[in-house]
């Protein structure tokens, strides 16, 4: 089992659509979480951070962070094609334990069709 | 605020030809380094990271090599290129105390004919 599992899609969704992308993982010393865009031929650019569990929202987009279950989400509200990109998922350990090197999910292709 | 440059953006190179990938970041001291390679469909693989000059850790046994001449400049080489080593590399950056946010250059495309 891959440490962390990410649905590489393609998933598409007409415009306006919520997206809800996710990852599971399964070291319980990730605390720190991070998603990813990253446009084609692009490097990856950060788009949330969180910290243990619980929900962050910044503008359209919410990340959602389960400890418990070892899964974690990103929604996109109020879809566009230019959120038309791949989405990665990391995380990584923290002070109370694991490594400080992120590791990544594969990634998932979104595309979001007008 | 801090920015990291990458550069070249785009190379094509021959089998068995040598190969210098660099990246700089601005605006810190100390940063921890990164060189991944990402292949389609096959996420990010981590190949060095650094936590100061001339620490260079591998994660994987290959062909390239990494160094670390100054606080802010990485460069990943190979002396001898193989038609594998294509991929696009991304350097990137986290702060030098191992917390915060991981960020990316723009990347290097490399083609190997």
């Known amino acids: 089992q891959k440490e962390v599992e990410q649905d590489p899609g393609p998933l598409s969704v007409p415009e306006g659509a919520i997206v809800s992308l996710n990852c599971t993982y399964s070291n319980s010393a990730f605390q720190y979480f991070m998603w990813y865009r990253q446009y084609s031929r692009k490097g990856p650019e950060l788009l949330m951070y969180?910290?243990?569990?619980g929900n962050k929202e910044d503008g359209r987009f919410t990340a959602q962070v389960d400890k418990s279950s070892k899964y974690i989400s990103l929604f996109i509200r109020d879809s566009q094609p230019s959120d038309s990109a791949t989405y990665l998922c990391?995380?990584?350990?923290?002070?109370?334990?694991?490594?400080?090197?992120?590791?990544f999910g594969r990634g998932t292709s979104l595309i979001v069709h007008p | 605020s801090q920015t990291i440059h990458q550069w070249p953006a785009t190379l094509v190179q021959p089998v068995g030809s040598p190969l210098s990938l660099e990246c700089t970041v601005e605006?810190?001291?100390?940063?921890?380094l990164y060189w991944y390679r990402q292949a389609a469909g096959r996420g990010l693989q981590l190949l060095f990271y650094?936590?100061?000059?001339?620490?260079i850790s591998s994660e994987v046994p290959q062909n390239l090599s990494a160094s670390r001449p100054q606080d802010r400049q990485f460069i990943l080489s190979s002396k001898k290129l193989l038609l594998s080593d294509s991929g696009f590399y991304l350097c990137a950056w986290s702060s030098g105390t191992g917390t915060g946010e991981l960020f990316f250059g723009e990347g290097s495309r490399l083609t190997v004919l």
């Open positions: 605006g810190t001291s100390n940063p921890n």
């Open positions: 990391a995380m990584r350990g923290g002070a109370s334990g694991g490594s400080y090197i992120p590791t």
């Open positions: 969180t910290y243990s569990s």
């Open positions: 650094s936590v100061g000059i001339g620490q």
